[in-house]
C-alpha cells in the first residue's frame, strides 16, 4: 500500500516505447475533455436515469442527519414533523437499521468504524465526532429528503469537553498506527548530541493546520439491491472512489455478500485528492437506505456534511532541527512529528517520511507520535507526508542557509547524499540537482540578494524562496486486459479511475507504442469492478502500475499471436522473446518480418485475442523517488498582509512523461494546490463545540484564478527503468510537494520575518 517496498527486478529499457508509434509524449488532449466541458459526462451523482445511459426504476433519495456534538450520545430522535411532509417514505433510524458488519477497511488502514445510523437495534447512538450520520430521511425527491432531514429534530447527552485541537492532546505518546510499511521512527548516530555540538545550529517548533478536500463533486452513492441469475442478492452501487475493489470488497464486508455479488461503478470522479480513497460511512448508509426502502437510493453528501464525514488534512505540530558545520554541510537532522487521528480508528501522515531521504546527514531522529480527537478520521490528502511535513524541513533548510550566509540552493546542493542516505540503496534516478540548478536558471535565481528585504515594486516588498519537491514512486498491484481485434483494433481493460488526469488517453498511448500500433486505434475502458483489479487511484501510483500491467500484457500477447502464426510464415517457430511489435505488426526481431496483427488474428478464426497482464509491487534494490525544485516570487504589502505570488517555476524529474500536455496539467495542479497549503486554505476549529466552524466554500479560500500567476513548468525527460517497466513515475502529487516551504522562505525574503505556521494568513504578516 502507500508506504510498502517497491518492485524486485529492474526493468530493462522498452524496445519500442516511444520510438515506433511515437504516441508516448505526445501532447494529446484527453478524450474525456468534451464530454465534461459539454456537461454530458455523468457523474456518480447524475446517474440517475436523466443523465446517464442506465437508469434506476423507482429511484429514492437520501439526506443524511449529522450529529451537531462531538462527544456524547443520542438520547431521542423525533421525526414526528419530517414523516408528515410530502414525499417523505422513511426515516432510518438504529431503530429500524439494517444490520451490517462495520468492515475493517483496506489491510493496515483502519476504517471510520463508526456505524452511520447504528449500531443497528441499539436503544442509543454514541457520539464520537460531530457530522456523524445518525439517521436519514428517505424520500421521493432530493428536496422532500433535505427538507425532511432538516425537521428531524435530534435529543443528545453532551460530553462537555470532547478532545479536540492539536495542541490539547500534544501530550499524547501515542505511536502512530496502521501506517503501511515501517513507522517513521529511527536513529541513526546521536542526533541531539550532534546538534549539541554543531557550530551552526537551527532548531524550531513548527505547525501546520487542517485542510479539507473540497472535490467540487461531493461524495455520492446510489446503492441498488437485485437477485442474481443464481437467485442470490446482488448490491449495484454507483460510488464517488478512488479505490473500485477496495470499495468492492468493504461492501460485501458489511452486508455478508461474496466480492462477485457486489459491483461498483465510478466512470467520472469529480476531484478527489485523497478524499476517495478509503470507503467512507456515506456509502454504507446509502446501501443501508436502499435496503429498508426495498428500492434503488442516491444519497449525496452536501457541501457541508462533507467536512465532518469524509476526511480531511489533520493538523499537525512538528520539530525541526538542523546542526552543521561552517560550510553549511549537515551533522545533525532530528524531525519530530506530532499528528492526530480519531477516536476509534487509526490513520497518520507519515509527516517525516521526506526526511529520511532528501540530505545527507551522519546523524538522524526521526519520531512521530499522534492524538486522539473528537473529529472524523483524518484522511489521505495530496502529498499526505510531503505537504506538512516538508513545510518545517524546507523552512529550516532555508534558516540554515541564512545561518551559513549561503544562497539556500548552494546549501542543498551541498548536502546531496551519493545514495538513499538511510537505507544505502542507490536511488534508481534522483537528479535533484539537476532541477535545482535547470529550474534556477531559467527562474533567474542567480541575482538574488542573500539579505531579505532588499526588494520593492511600489508599495510591494519582493521577495524569492526555493524548497524542494519529491514524492515516493508508489504502485499497487493492477490488472489489465488487452486484446486485439480482427480489424486491428485494441481494447484495454482496468478497474482504474478517471480523477480528472486522462487516465484512458494516457494508457491509450502506451499501449499504442506497446503494440506498435496508432493510438488511435486504442480504447482504454475503466470505472467498473466489471474489469480487471486495478489498485487506488492514490500515491500518484495509477499511471506507472496500469501501465506497467500493460507491458505485461502486450508480453503475453505475443505468445498467443505466434500460436497462430502460419508455417510458412517468418514468424514460424519463433519465441515470444524473437518477436517485437511494430508498425502494425509483430515481426522477428532481427530480420524485421513478420504479419499484421489482423492477419494473425484472422488466422486464429476469432474475432480477437486477448491476454491478461498485471504488476505486483515488491522489494526493491532502489530507492525509488521522483524529485524537483520549486521557485517562487512574492510579493507582501505589510499593511494589509497581503501575499501576492507574483512567479512560480518547478522542475521536475518523474521519469518518462506519458503525455506531456497532461503531465505538465497535473504538475500545474499541484503548484496551485500549493498556493492554497501555503497561503490560504485552513479549516478552523471551534474549541468549545469540537465542530469545524467554515465548513463552505465561501470561507474555506482555495486558490481562484486572481490567486494564480503565470506558472511556468519544466522537467527532466530521463525515463527510469529502475522504477517501473515502462520508466515512468507518479506526477499527480510531487508538485505540491515544498510549495509551502518555497512560499514562506519567500515572504521571510521580501520582509525579513519568519512564519513557521502554514498557511501564512493576513493576520501573520501584518
Ligand atoms: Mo492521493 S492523497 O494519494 O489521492
New binding site residues.
Given amino acids: 500500500m502507500?508506504f510498502a517496498d517497491q518492485p524486485d527486478t529492474a526493468f530493462a529499457p522498452l524496445p519500442r516505447l516511444a520510438d515506433d508509434t511515437g504516441a508516448v509524449g505526445k501532447p494529446r488532449t484527453r478524450r474525456t475533455g468534451r464530454a465534461k466541458v459539454t456537461g454530458t459526462a455523468a457523474y456518480t451523482a447524475e446517474r440517475d436515469g436523466k443523465h446517464s445511459p442506465e437508469s434506476f426504476p423507482g429511484l429514492l433519495h437520501a439526506v443524511a442527519v449529522p450529529a451537531t456534538i462531538a462527544k456524547g450520545r443520542v438520547t431521542a430522535i423525533d421525526a414526528s414533523a419530517a414523516e408528515a411532509m410530502a414525499g417523505v417514505r422513511h426515516l432510518l433510524t438504529p431503530a429500524n437499521s439494517p444490520k451490517l458488519k462495520v468492515p475493517s477497511g483496506p489491510p493496515g488502514l483502519g476504517f471510520q468504524s463508526v456505524e452511520p445510523a447504528g449500531p443497528a437495534g441499539a436503544e442509543s447512538q454514541e457520539i464520537v465526532h460531530a457530522g456523524q450520520y445518525v439517521a436519514a430521511v428517505i424520500a421521493d425527491t432530493f428536496e422532500a429528503a433535505r427538507d425532511g432531514a432538516l425537521a428531524v429534530k435530534v435529543s443528545y447527552e453532551a460530553d462537555p469537553n470532547p478532545l479536540i485541537a492539536v495542541e490539547s492532546v500534544n501530550g499524547t505518546q501515542e505511536r502512530p498506527k496502521s501506517l503501511m510499511g515501517d513507522p517513521p521512527v529511527m536513529e541513526e548516530g546521536d542526533a541531539e548530541a550532534a546538534l549539541r555540538e554543531a557550530t551552526l545550529r537551527v532548531d524550531q517548533q513548527f505547525k501546520t493546520d487542517p485542510n479539507h478536500h473540497n472535490p467540487i463533486e461531493p461524495h455520492a452513492t446510489i446503492a441498488v439491491f437485485g437477485k442474481g441469475e443464481d437467485g442470490g442478492e446482488t448490491l449495484s452501487v454507483r460510488d464517488t472512489t478512488?479505490n473500485l475493489y477496495g470499495t468492492r470488497s468493504s461492501l460485501a464486508e458489511a452486508f455478508g455478500l461474496k466480492p462477485e455479488q457486489v459491483e461498483v461503478v465510478c466512470e467520472y470522479v469529480g476531484g478527489?485528492?485523497?478524499s476517495k480513497?478509503v470507503m467512507w460511512p456515506q456509502a454504507l448508509l446509502a446501501c443501508k437506505c436502499a435496503k429498508l426502502a426495498g428500492a434503488p437510493v442516491k444519497l449525496v453528501v452536501t457541501r457541508r456534511q462533507l467536512y465532518g464525514g469524509t476526511g480531511y488534512r489533520s493538523p499537525t505540530l512538528q520539530r525541526v532541527a538542523l546542526g552543521a558545520k561552517e560550510d553549511g554541510t549537515l551533522t545533525s537532522i532530528v524531525h519530530e512529528g506530532f499528528t492526530v487521528t480519531s477516536i476509534r480508528d487509526d490513520y497518520s501522515d507519515a509527516v517525516v517520511m521526506a526526511t529520511k531521504i532528501l540530505y545527507a546527514a551522519p546523524n538522524r531522529r526521526l519520531a512521530q507520535r499522534m492524538g486522539r480527537v473528537n473529529t472524523q478520521l483524518p484522511t489521505?490528502?495530496?502529498?499526505?507526508a510531503e505537504t506538512p511535513g516538508m513545510f518545517p524541513l524546507e523552512c529550516a533548510m532555508d534558516e540554515l542557509a541564512e545561518a551559513a550566509g549561503l544562497d539556500p540552493v548552494e546549501l542543498r546542493l551541498r548536502n546531496e547524499p551519493k545514495e538513499d542516505p538511510t537505507t544505502g540503496k542507490p536511488f534508481s534516478n534522483r537528479q535533484f540537482v539537476r532541477c535545482l540548478q535547470a529550474g534556477a536558471e531559467r527562474f533567474g535565481w542567480a541575482d538574488r540578494p542573500l539579505q531579505p528585504r532588499q526588494r520593492r515594486d511600489g508599495r510591494w516588498l519582493i521577495g524569492t524562496g526555493v524548497a524542494a519537491a519529491t514524492y515516493p514512486a508508489f504502485g499497487f498491484p493492477t490488472e489489465v486486459e488487452l486484446t486485439i481485434r480482427a480489424d486491428g483494433g485494441v481494447r484495454a481493460l482496468c478497474a482504474t479511475h478517471e480523477l480528472g488526469t486522462g487516465t484512458a488517453t494516457v494508457q491509450e498511448q502506451t499501449a499504442a507504442d506497446l503494440l506498435g500500433v496508432p493510438a488511435g486505434r486504442v480504447t482504454f475502458e475503466l470505472g467498473t469492478t466489471a474489469y480487471p483489479k486495478g489498485g487506488v487511484?492514490?500515491?500518484?501510483a495509477t499511471t506507472l502500475s496500469v501501465g506497467s500491467a500493460l507491458r505485461d500484457a502486450a508480453e503475453k500477447l505475443k505468445a498467443a499471436l505466434l500460436k497462430h502464426a502460419p508455417k510458412d510464415s517468418p514468424l514460424a517457430g519463433a519465441k515470444p522473446a524473437d518477436v517485437t511489435f511494430a508498425s502494425g505488426k509483430l515481426v522477428v526481431t532481427e530480420s524485421e518480418k513478420g504479419l499484421p496483427l489482423e492477419d494473425l488474428i484472422e488466422q486464429s478464426g476469432r474475432e480477437e485475442l486477448s491476454a491478461r497482464g498485471s504488476y505486483a509491487p515488491g522489494k526493491s534494490d532502489y530507492s525509488k523517488h521522483s524529485f524537483g525544485a520549486t521557485f517562487v516570487e512574492v510579493g507582501v504589502d505589510e499593511e494589509f498582509g497581503l501575499v501576492r505570488v507574483r512567479r512560480m517555476l518547478g522542475c521536475y524529474a518523474c521519469g518518462t512523461i506519458l503525455n506531456r500536455k497532461l503531465g505538465r496539467s497535473q504538475f500545474l495542479g499541484g503548484m496551485v494546490m500549493g498556493i492554497g497549503s501555503g497561503l490560504l486554505e485552513v479549516t478552523h476549529h471551534d474549541t468549545r463545540l469540537a465542530r469545524w466552524t467554515n465548513d463552505n466554500l465561501a470561507e474555506y479560500h482555495v486558490p481562484v484564478n486572481a490567486d494564480v500567476p503565470d506558472l511556468d513548468v519544466m522537467w527532466i525527460d530521463d525515463p527510469d527503468f529502475n522504477a517501473s517497466p515502462i520508466g515512468a513515475k507518479g506526477i499527480?502529487?510531487i508538485g505540491i510537494t515544498g510549495v509551502n516551504a518555497a512560499l514562506a522562505n519567500a515572504v521571510w525574503h521580501a520582509t525579513g520575518r519568519r512564519h513557521r505556521s502554514c498557511p501564512v494568513t493576513p493576520e501573520m504578516v501584518m
Fill in positions: 502507500f478512488q478527489a485528492f485523497g480513497g489521505f490528502m495530496r502529498a499526505p487511484s492514490g500515491g500518484s499527480g502529487e
